[in-house]
Nanobody, 127 residues
């Protein structure tokens, strides 16, 4: 059974940074592309960042590019999201997700493509 467990959420002051982690189990991690999504109160869930199975490709939401870094450690079955210059609009539940990525295929940002999801971790940015 696949499990994705996010951690690292909490209260962050505006202008600060945060790092989220997602530990995966029950799958061959290096075969899966990983993504981060978020859902703010009253809004639809949106793509934040993605990383290919090898880590060689990354993709970011256009509005967030420049403030985010997604990375992964396949030896630890973990994916990370680092965010700089947090602002109150970043307040949301952040979800980790995974899908089986074919070799040489593009990195997807549509949530329907992702097969497995974590429970989410709350991030609150105070002004």
């Amino acid at each position: 059974q696949v499990h994705l467990v996010e951690s690292g959420g909490g209260l962050v002051q505006a202008g600060g940074s945060l790092r989220l982690s997602c530990a995966a189990s029950g799958l061959t991690f290096s075969n899966y592309a990983m993504g981060w999504f978020r859902q703010a109160p009253g809004k639809e869930r949106e793509f934040v960042a993605g990383i290919s199975r090898s880590g060689s490709m990354t993709r970011y939401a256009g509005s967030l590019q420049g403030r985010l870094t997604i990375s992964r450690d396949n030896a630890k079955n973990t994916v990370y999201l680092h965010m700089n210059s947090a602002n109150p609009e970043d307040t949301a539940v952040y979800y980790c997700a995974a899908y089986l990525q074919a070799l040489f295929s593009s990195l997807r940002d549509d949530e329907g493509r992702y097969d497995y999801w974590g429970q989410g971790t709350q991030v609150t940015v105070s002004s």
